[in-house]
């Protein structure tokens, strides 16, 4: 692999004013050498080299560049990497080489919503956003052939692989899920899609999910399943407090000898009030003028 290295540069503001010395000096020679070849005592060849100067140092103006904060360029000498120039500034370097500006900021990717299969064979819909950045300048340009392509690409498969591994919601605790681990499943994610990117030069900074649902064939009837499911877990949390508050009021009955129950009497109390606590519809006094034996 290409790694990056950097290059040294020579500053472009000590660069000018030897270069414009150096244009001065061509220039007054030119002209004393001209004004000599007039009178017929200069060397025209003398001249000509002159002018030969003079059109090299325009060359050399070709070396001259500027190196933009959260920028880099990456320098190429006839198809060979030289190095990379992260410093920010005015910069002079051979003429010849030839100079790629890659920028170094922050950059976000949101990814298409996709389908897919989730770990038990649902159909859902899932996008996510990614957060990157290039800090291997080398690895970004000459690893793959298009890094902005390849990150997206990547994510998509990354963001696909993920989904494919893990339910939609999970049913049994403990297990994780996408809907419900948002956390641990964009730790995951950043994971994969940094393991993916590592070729490309890329540092992957965040990676979260930002679209998921089920697919439009099954929304109806998954969305009563998560009904169902809240129903009885519902259900559960109102039965188990009834419970305790049976038992609370039996035994404040006891402790306190307001009335001294048999078990039957007992188990008609324990009814009367899971009926009254548990039941989703108000309750009707039923006065007993009797006995619960007749």
Known sequence: MIRER???TI???????????????SLWQFVVTAQAVDDGVGNPLRLVAWIVVMVFLIFLLKGFFVVNPNEARVLTLFGRYSGSVKRDGFHWSNPLFRR???SLKIRNFESAQIKVNDLEGNPIEIAAIVVWRVVETAEALFEVDNYEHYVKVQTEAAVRNLAMHYPYDAYVDGHMSLRSNTTEIAELMKAEVQARLNKAGVEVLEARINHLAYAPEIAAAMLQRQQAGAIIA??????????GMVEMALDLLSKR??????NDRKAAMVSNLLVVLCGD????????????YQ
Not at 12 to 23: C, E, R
Request: aromatic share 6%; glycine share 6%.
């Open 234 to 243: 519902a259900r559960q949390r109102i039965v188990e407090g009834a419970v």
């Open 6 to 8: 950097s290059l040294s």
């Open 281 to 292: 519809r108000n309750t009707q006094p039923v006065v007993n003028t009797g006995t619960i």
């Open 11 to 25: 500053s472009g503001w000590l660069a000018v004013p030897v270069w414009f010395t150096a244009l001065a000096l």
């Open 257 to 262: 000898d307001v009335v001294t129950l048999d």
């Open 100 to 102: 790629r500006a890659i």
